[in-house]
């Protein structure tokens, strides 16, 4: 069943704030806190809404230092460094793309030096040819 033009706009608002009351988003929608109810198990069933998370505040972050950090990897150990960059808790999210890199590998660490050598740690990784980074000054849209 395709999803509907309701449950994208539900699965804005649970992206906004997952917490909200179901009879927040029902008021929001235009819809009954059953129905909505409804749908947000149906998405959860189907593998729409695989979980929750909880977001940290900028003060909390602050301090840290977080980075992108880019990734060329021999094609036939590509899965090997995945493995290898999964097993990283400073790495955060870890995008497969296309174009001059392989990866790109979101992290974050407690300070420029524990940085560089999380950097240097990934270049090692067996598998990896090359890696080059950025440092992320700031977010200006997150959702």
Sequence with gaps: MPIDR???QLLILLTENAR???AELGRKLGLSRTTVQSRIERLERRGTITGYTARLSDEHERGQVKAHILITAVTKLAPKVEAE???IPEVRTLHSVSGHFD????VIAPS???LD????RIGALDGVERTMS??????????
């Design 85 to 87: 960059l999964r097993r």
């Design 112 to 114: 420029i030096g524990e």
């Design 134 to 143: 950025s440092i992320i000054l700031s977010t200006r849209v997150e959702r």
């Design 103 to 106: 990866m790109i590998a979101i």
């Design 20 to 22: 909200a009351p179901v």
């Design 117 to 120: 050598e999380l950097i240097d």
């Design 6 to 8: 309701t449950d994208r």
